[in-house]
């Protein structure tokens, strides 16, 4: 079984404040994790993965994330967030199930910065 | 690198007629392609995954005969929603996985938004 968790489907910070986006997520073999970032109306655009190297990834905008496998999770960070990051945020899991890739995507979490 | 893109990229059609959009990864040969579904406000569901020369494997729940999938390249996959019906109205998202990687990155195309009147 594979699935992931969003714990936050809204978050709002104030402009040059840190992120915090929580990814939780469940897969019966070493997945692969992503964070994808969707503006209105957009296609989706790829932040950062995590494919078994480092488990502190760094990704583009100054995005990172942390994968934790004790705690299952693959929060996504930022130090201080800009006006432009305010869009739809979606974490992904992709793992071989019966010998085929099975990608599942996180209901989104939608970041507000707030001038 | 790895741009897909997808055609149109927005689509007004009335109810009972099929509509197809077209899904073309533009530098790079994709084996595998997938289709996306999104609601608004909602995450993606993928509908299907398209392999090259074979037939299309759909998720649970997915109507194989109204949402037919052509893989005929390595490039360009379409997908055609036939007898479009006013619930079919959504955000279509295709994404490519580029040949011979052993990541499980998918590029994903701008979205293609059906409106069904």
């Known amino acids: 079984a594979q699935s992931v968790t969003q714990l936050d489907s809204h978050v709002s910070v104030s402009e040059g404040t840190p992120v915090l986006l929580r990814c939780n997520y469940s897969s019966s073999y070493s997945p692969s994790l992503f964070w994808y970032v969707q503006h209105p109306n957009k296609g989706l655009q790829l932040l950062l993965k995590?494919?078994?190297?480092?488990?502190l990834v760094k990704g583009i905008n100054g995005f990172e994330a942390e994968f934790k496998k004790s705690e299952t999770s693959f929060h996504l960070t930022k130090p201080s967030a800009h006006m432009s990051d305010a869009a739809e945020y979606f974490c992904v899991v992709s793992g071989l199930i019966g010998g085929y890739q099975k990608v599942t995507f996180g209901t989104g979490t939608k970041l507000q910065v707030i001038p | 690198g790895a741009v897909v893109s997808q055609h149109p990229s927005w689509v007004i059609c009335k109810s009972g007629t099929s509509v197809k959009i077209e899904c073309r990864s533009l530098d790079f040969q994709a084996t595998t392609m997938f289709w996306y579904r999104q609601f608004p406000k909602q995450s993606l569901m993928l509908m299907a995954t398209?392999?090259?020369?074979?037939?299309?494997?759909?998720e649970q729940g997915v109507e194989k005969d109204k949402f037919l999938i052509n893989h005929a390249s390595l490039t360009l996959s379409t997908l055609t929603v036939t007898s479009a019906h006013p619930e079919d109205s959504s955000f279509y998202i295709c994404?490519?996985?580029?040949?011979?990687?052993?990541?499980?990155?998918?590029?994903f195309g701008p979205g293609t938004r059906l409106t069904v009147t």
């Open positions: 995590y494919t078994s190297a480092a488990t």
């Open positions: 994404s490519a996985r580029a040949l011979g990687t052993d990541s499980y990155e998918q590029y």
């Open positions: 398209s392999n090259e020369g074979s037939k299309a494997t759909y």
